[in-house]
């Protein structure tokens, strides 16, 4: 039956899937780092505070060491996933996650950046889906994350899913220099 329906009803079935699961649902927020530091138990870790436009800082830990120094954190824009649930790494509270772009299995890793004028707090969308972000524990046992953030990619410098530009209100997010590549 489905044979006989036309691309665009497919399509929609499609849409409609279990695993199709809509880019706004995951809560991506421009942030800015405020601090960084090297995790003490870790040579590939930082520990990291971001301000997403909530009350406090963020404490995220990011494996960053390899491509950046506290020093080029501080005071850097970002992207930052905001609804993954808790984590801990190298035992130390991680609540979300920086978006990076990344070439040649990770040789060349950067973080990826929000327009200029984007605003601290702004959400990250992509083309006309506009759906409330989940819970953390809608991340986590719907396993959101783990089907949305194959689908993310660099296309020609911009962040993309499902070749759609990844958005805030000022314009889409871009990488500095990564042309094409996986994006987590």
Request: hydrophobic share 40%; with cysteine.
């Amino acid at each position: 039956v489905t044979s006989l329906r036309r691309p665009a009803q497919r399509q929609a079935v499609v849409m409609m899937s279990d695993d199709a699961v809509p880019f706004s649902r995951m809560d991506i927020r421009v942030g800015t780092f405020r601090r960084a530091w090297a995790h003490p138990d870790s040579e590939k870790l930082f520990i990291e505070e971001i301000d997403v436009g909530e009350e406090e800082p963020r404490q995220i830990v990011s494996g960053l060491q390899a491509y950046y120094s506290a020093e080029d954190l501080e005071g850097m824009r970002c992207l930052v996933v905001a609804n993954l649930p808790k984590a801990k790494l190298a035992g130390v509270d991680s609540f979300g996650m920086v978006l990076c772009g990344s070439e040649n299995d990770k040789a060349k890793v950067e973080i990826l950046l929000p327009p200029d004028d984007a605003e601290i707090g702004d959400r990250v969308l992509c083309g006309d889906d506009d759906d409330a972000a989940a819970t953390p524990n809608q991340v986590k046992k719907k396993k959101i994350w783990t089907k949305v953030q194959p689908r993310l990619a660099l296309v020609d410098g911009i962040a993309t899913c499902d070749g759609l530009p990844m958005a805030t209100p000022a314009g889409p997010c871009r990488s500095p220099t990564i042309q094409a590549g996986p994006i987590s």
